[in-house]
């Protein structure tokens, strides 16, 4: 069996960012208290929900809709 080093590498670099960003958004309350997918054991489907709700109801009152998306996974 072969393991390659570089993917070890990767997923530990990419735990170490997503720790750091995580606990720099949680100290400073930087996301917002009812996102979900962010915060442990707040599901994404519920949120993808809302969000086309919102933006069907934009779009019947002719309003703009701006989205930010980023998306962190940790496995």
């Known amino acids: 069996m072969h393991l390659s080093v570089t993917c070890v590498v990767s997923k530990l670099m990419e ?3 997503y720790s ?15 996102q979900r997918g962010f ?3 707040r599901s994404c489907e ?18 703009q809709t701006d989205i930010c998306i980023l998306d962190f996974a940790y496995f």
């Open 15 to 17: 735990r170490i960012v």
């Open 20 to 34: 750091s960003i995580m606990n720099h958004a949680n100290m400073h309350n930087i996301l917002y208290p009812l």
């Open 39 to 41: 915060h442990a054991r």
């Open 46 to 63: 519920t949120q993808l929900i809302d969000l086309v709700n919102d933006i069907a109801n934009n779009m019947q009152s002719d309003l």
